[in-house]
């Protein structure tokens, strides 16, 4: 995120938090804030939740999924290797598992990391890939694979570029 964005976003957000509090002021007829209190907490607000912790979840973030994903390994058969790999997320019902997908020689595979209620390792053979699908999650993001089997089970997978997973999932269906 640069910063031209995120003062954008910080004056957003005060502007938001200040305009919330004047509106309880307004309409409990009652003078909780003064002008020069909403002014300083919305600053503050602005500051703190559009600066601050964009900054923050950026140093920390990174240290902390790097220290996970490269602790994610795959229960591989004899001669099987890994080709591709990269993050995502596998939706197992209602709950989206962090993992890494990878594709090998043999058969597209999820492990999931430890940080999740769900875990475990989910092998697709390419043999069974009836169809793949690209998909929106929450309908808003271009970021979503279906990937159909020949028993139709469906597997919904959030992954960074779509296009780039569907191709080459597609080269090994083949």
Avoid at 56 to 82: C, D, H, M, R, Y
Avoid at 106 to 115: P, Y
Wanted: proline content about 2%; charged content about 30%.
């Amino acid at each position: 995120m640069n910063w031209k964005f995120r003062v954008i976003f910080a004056l957003g957000t005060g502007v938001s938090y200040t305009l919330m509090l004047w509106l309880f002021d307004y309409f409990f007829d009652k003078n909780l804030y003064s002008t020069g209190s909403l002014i300083f907490q919305g600053v503050g607000f602005g500051v703190l939740f559009g600066i601050g912790f964009p900054y923050i979840n950026q140093k920390l973030a990174e240290k902390f999924s790097n220290k996970i994903g490269t602790k994610i390994k795959p229960n591989l058969k004899e001669e099987e290797v890994i080709e591709i790999e990269g993050p995502a997320n596998l939706f197992r019902g209602i709950e989206g598992v962090g993992g890494k997908i990878f594709l090998t020689n043999k058969k597209l595979i999820f492990k999931s990391h430890k940080i999740n209620i769900q875990k475990g390792q989910t092998d697709i053979e390419y043999s069974t890939i009836k169809e793949i699908v690209k998909r929106k999650t929450a309908k808003l993001f271009d970021n979503g694979i279906r990937i159909i089997t020949n028993n139709e089970k469906e597997f919904d997978f959030v992954v960074n570029e779509r296009d780039l997973w569907f191709e080459k999932i597609n080269e090994r269906k083949k």
